[in-house]
C-alpha cells in the first residue's frame, strides 16, 4: 500500500515550453503533498507544501509564479514549470502524506520526474 | 535551507561489511527519518525514531538518536551490492505540517 504514482517520468522539451507534473496517491488520500527539486548527486530540497482546497506554501526563494502548484484533490497534485528554462532542469520528486497516519508518519515517494530543458 | 549534514559523502566497502552512516541537525525535532534513493529513482522510507527514542532497529539496519549532540547515525550490518544506493537523513520538524528536511546524503557503494 501507500503508493504515489508521479507522471511523466521524464520530459525533455524545448526553453520557453510549460510542463506540468502529476502527483497521485494511488491508494489512500492526502491532504498534503510536497514537492521538492534535486539537483545530480546532492539532496532534496523542498520547494512548496501542497494542500488540498488552499494555496500552497513555498519555500524562501522558490518563485511562485514559475512554479504553479494545484491541488484539487485529495489524490491529486500538480506542478507546473512556466515558461522552462534550461536553469530549470532538474529532478523534481514529489511526495505525500497519508491523511490516516497523521504528521509524524513517513512521506511516501513518487519516482521523480527528470526535466531536461533544451 | 538544508537542516544538517551527513558524513562521509561516500562510503565504498565490500560485501558483508558494516556501513555507518551519520547525520547531524541544527533545530528541535519530533522524529528523524532514514530514506534510501536508488539513482534517479524517488525515495523510499527505511526507519523512523522518534525525538524520545535513543536507538531503533530493523532487519539489517540499526539507526542511533542522541539529541543533547543533535545526530543520528545508521548502521547496515551484513551489506550486499543491492544496498548500494545514497542514503539521506530528514528530520521532522516541529509546527506547520511537519515537512522533512532532508541532509546532503552519503552515496554507498557496495562491491561484490
Known amino acids: 500500500g501507500a503508493v504515489v504514482s508521479q507522471h511523466p517520468s521524464r520530459v525533455i522539451c524545448k526553453s520557453g515550453t510549460s510542463v506540468k507534473i502529476e502527483c497521485r496517491s494511488l491508494?489512500?488520500?492526502?491532504?498534503?503533498m510536497f514537492w521538492y527539486r534535486q539537483f545530480p548527486k546532492q539532496s532534496l530540497m523542498l520547494m512548496a507544501t501542497?494542500?488540498?482546497?488552499?494555496?500552497?506554501?513555498?519555500e524562501q526563494g522558490v518563485e511562485k509564479d514559475k512554479f504553479l502548484i494545484n491541488h484539487a484533490s485529495l489524490t491529486l497534485s500538480t506542478l507546473t514549470v512556466t515558461s522552462a528554462h534550461p536553469e530549470d532542469s532538474s529532478f523534481y520528486i514529489c511526495?505525500?502524506?497519508?491523511?490516516?497516519?497523521?504528521?509524524?508518519?513517513?512521506?511516501?515517494f513518487g519516482d521523480g520526474t527528470r526535466l531536461s530543458i533544451l | 535551507s538544508q537542516q544538517g549534514e551527513e558524513d562521509p559523502q561516500a562510503l565504498s566497502i565490500q560485501e558483508g561489511e558494516n556501513a555507518t552512516m551519520n547525520c547531524s541537525y541544527k533545530?528541535?525535532?519530533?522524529?528523524l527519518q532514514w530514506y534510501r534513493q536508488n539513482s534517479g529513482r524517488g525515495l523510499v522510507h527505511l526507519i523512523l525514531?522518534?525525538?524520545?527514542?535513543r536507538e531503533k532497529h530493523s532487519g539489517r539496519l540499526r539507526v542511533t538518536l542522541d539529541t543533547s549532540k543533535k545526530s543520528s547515525s545508521l548502521l547496515i550490518t551484513a551489506s550486499r551490492a543491492a544496498d548500494t544506493a545514497s542514503y539521506f537523513c530528514?528530520?521532522?520538524?516541529?509546527?506547520?505540517?511537519?515537512?522533512?528536511?532532508f541532509g546532503a546524503g552519503t552515496r554507498l557503494a557496495v562491491h561484490p
Open positions: 501542497s494542500n488540498e482546497g488552499s494555496k500552497a506554501t513555498y
Open positions: 533545530t528541535s525535532i519530533n522524529n
Open positions: 491508494d489512500f488520500q492526502a491532504t498534503t
Open positions: 511526495s505525500a502524506r497519508d491523511d490516516r497516519t497523521g504528521g509524524v508518519q513517513p512521506q511516501h
Open positions: 525514531i522518534r525525538s524520545n527514542e
Open positions: 530528514a528530520t521532522a520538524i516541529s509546527g506547520g505540517y511537519n515537512k522533512l528536511i
